[in-house]
């Protein structure tokens, strides 16, 4: 879900930059990681009943963004 999570918000942060629309459909980011649609939202309900869960995964999340703004700007 992490990758998703990153792909989802990398597609997200390009379109709002203006950087093209946003043509990933969700489902095909959701499909590159290897989840069904029905699966995806299996986690989104399991993380809805389980916050400190999906706040763990959130952290991780801002962690890896993080750290690749880091080696991108060379700081």
């Not at 980011?29 to 959130?58: C, W």
């Not at 952290?59 to 700081?75: C, D, K, M, P, Y």
């Amino acid at each position: 879900m992490i990758e998703i999570f990153i792909d989802i918000h990398l597609s997200n942060a390009r379109s709002e930059l203006g950087y093209g629309e946003n043509d990933t459909p969700l489902d095909s980011m959701i499909i590159r990681h290897g989840l069904s649609r029905i699966e995806y939202d299996q986690k989104l309900i399991f993380y809805s009943e389980n916050p400190d869960t999906y706040l763990a995964v959130l952290n991780q999340v801002t962690e890896r963004l993080a750290e690749e703004s880091r080696l991108i700007g060379g700081f």
